[in-house]
Nanobody, 127 residues
Framework: QLQLAESGGGLVQPGGSLRLSCAAS????????IGWFRQAPGKEREAVSC????????NFADSVKGRFSVYRDDAENTVYLQMNMLMPKNTAVYYC????????????????????WGRGTEVAVSK
């Protein structure tokens, strides 16, 4: 059964870091573009980042460039989102999702391009 499960969220102070995990089952993360999205309270879901397949290329929203990184561990069948220098406006539920096998079909990152979603993990950035 195809599943994505996020973990690693929590409460962190401004300027802190968190690493989110997206563990996949039922398919190999190395064969698909995996995206990260977030939805803040009262706001629409927005794209954060994605990582490609064999070449591992990445893409980031302008708001997180230089602070967030994304990488994949094929042995663990898991994609990670490393978030540094977190700010209160980064508070949201973070989701991972599976895109296409092709990079060109997965970017620009839009929710409509991703068809399997995890349930999300909550991130709260506050003093």
């Amino acid at each position: 059964q195809l599943q994505l499960a996020e973990s690693g969220g929590g409460l962190v102070q401004p300027g802190g870091s968190l690493r989110l995990s997206c563990a996949a089952s039922g398919f190999n993360v190395g064969n698909y573009v995996i995206g990260w999205f977030r939805q803040a309270p009262g706001k629409e879901r927005e794209a954060v980042s994605c990582i490609g397949t064999t070449d591992g290329r990445t893409n980031f929203a302008d708001s997180v460039k230089g602070r967030f990184s994304v990488y994949r561990d094929d042995a663990e069948n898991t994609v990670y989102l490393q978030m540094n220098m977190l700010m209160p406006k980064n508070t949201a539920v973070y989701y991972c999702a599976r895109g296409s096998t092709y990079w060109r079909d997965s970017v620009p990152i839009r929710s409509s391009r991703y068809h399997y979603w995890g349930r999300g993990t909550e991130v709260a950035v506050s003093k």
